[in-house]
């Protein structure tokens, strides 16, 4: 009980009974012209010349339900004055797949469900505001019983008279509560009506599902490249910048050089991130950067700036593995220098890339221990390193271990096929 007369004192209410009521008036223009047949066809009896109009006015008001415009205008407003939780339409996507896939047409019972929409809300709204103006009016008239008028209330042929003051007042309330509820189940109407003929289709779901798992999937690659590319530069920068305090007033040539390494690296990880958040501020991002297996020698040059001693082992062309598979086996090695950088006890990092006609081999071995004094607790542990790589890998289709080898060194071993199968 209580609960009903809160919903009658609410706004919203009224809100969504005006949104009908606007329905049924932006239909009048139509009237005209639904009424020229009728006009046309004058021997026909009143009756059916009122059926006639009627059902040419329901035809065009469903013609104009066909727009997409209409579409979109109608759920921003069922969205604001009901309340309702409507998503955008989904915008259709040009025919580019086979001529049988539905996620590029809408069907014919989707296409009119927009049209049955507006035929609901112009019912509504006109059955609505003129029940509730009757009863508004007769709320207001009828406690004119006080003052000694007669008043009454007359619907085919049922009569309600109050003589007496209170009567009249009693109906008249009466009257304005009825108005009101009238109102209220209006509103609920649209809006049980609302996520059924507004909300998306079942075509439109699978659109907005395969549309978040494509910007899903690519703010996971933009969190690796972030994690694998910036990562390793704040790692490095931050232990050649403590070498370099360490050695600034013994050895200056060398801090220098150490200061110089820094520079060239966080300069190229502000291009990553430039491209990054480009990405994902959905503007146009510059030119994606673009290191391979052939910037390794790059990538081995950094890390013994960095006080790393670093002791590659290549075997095979580099250059044969291109494009995805290069760029990852790239990351796949930065990651693993990293790692040995920032949770290594020092020592030589051995890392061998054989490469076959078949098969990419990629291994990173480091000592294991408490670590030097200048990364002992620099570097928290974010966790997502090797679950990032293992996915990585398994998106490849390759096999990837890690884990300790001996008491004293850790190692990372990835195999990538060449040639993936179809």
């Not at 066909?66 to 309340?83: E, F, S, Y």
């Not at 009466?174 to 609920?188: E, I, N, S, Y």
């Not at 972030?226 to 007033?249: C, F, K, P, R």
């Not at 050895?251 to 990054?276: C, F, H, M, N």
Request: charged share 20%; aromatic share 6%; hydrophobic share 50%.
């Amino acid at each position: 009980m209580l609960r009903g007369i809160r919903s009658l004192l609410r706004g919203s209410t009224y809100a969504g009974a005006l949104f009908a009521y606007c329905g049924a008036l932006a239909s009048l223009p139509l009237l005209p012209f639904a009424a020229l047949p009728a006009m046309a066809w004058s021997s026909a009896s009143a009756g059916v010349q009122f059926a006639l109009t009627v059902l040419v006015w329901s035809v065009l008001i469903a013609v104009i339900g066909l727009a997409r415009t209409t579409r979109r205008v109608l759920i921003a407003c069922a969205r604001r004055m009901l309340g309702v939780p409507l998503p955008d339409p989904v915008v259709e996507r040009r025919r580019t797949g086979s001529p049988g896939d539905g996620s590029s047409m809408a069907s014919g019972a989707d296409r009119l469900r927009t049209p049955l929409w507006l035929l609901s809300q112009v019912a509504l709204g006109w059955a609505g505001a003129q029940l509730s103006v009757l009863l508004f009016i007769a709320g207001l008239l009828l406690p004119g019983g006080w003052a000694g008028a007669e008043a009454g209330l007359s619907v085919n042929g049922w009569t309600l008279r109050a003589d007496s003051g209170w009567q009249s007042w009693a109906a008249a309330l009466f009257c304005l509560l009825l108005a009101a509820a009238l109102c209220l189940a209006v509103t609920h109407a649209l809006r049980w009506l609302a996520p059924r003929l507004l909300g998306p289709s079942s075509a439109e779901r699978l659109a907005l599902a395969a549309e978040r798992e494509r910007a899903l999937a690519e703010r996971n690659r933009l969190a690796h490249e972030l994690h694998d590319s910036i990562g390793h530069t704040l790692t490095s920068a931050t232990i050649q910048a403590a070498v370099a305090g360490e050695v600034l007033g013994a050895d200056p040539v060398a801090a220098r050089a150490a200061l110089r390494s820094i520079e060239e690296s966080t300069r190229a990880a502000l291009e990553d991130l430039d491209y990054v958040l480009g990405m994902l501020r959905e503007e146009k991002a510059g030119t994606a950067p673009a290191r391979a297996l052939t910037d390794l020698p790059e990538l081995f040059d950094r890390m013994r700036h960095a006080g790393a001693e670093v002791e590659p082992e290549m075997s095979g062309d580099c250059a044969q593995v291109q494009g995805t598979l290069s760029r990852a086996a790239y990351r796949i090695l930065q990651e693993g220098l990293t790692n040995a950088l920032r949770h290594g006890a020092g020592g030589p990092i051995r890392v061998k890339v054989a490469t076959a006609p078949d098969s990419l081999e990629l291994d990173v071995v480091n000592r294991t221990g408490a670590g030097s004094a200048m990364t002992r607790g620099a570097f928290p542990t974010s966790g997502h390193g090797l679950p990032g790589l293992f996915e990585r890998v398994r998106l490849l289709n390759g096999e990837m271990e890690a884990g300790p080898e001996g008491p004293e060194h850790w190692r990372l071993t990835v195999r990538l096929p060449v040639r993936l199968p179809v």
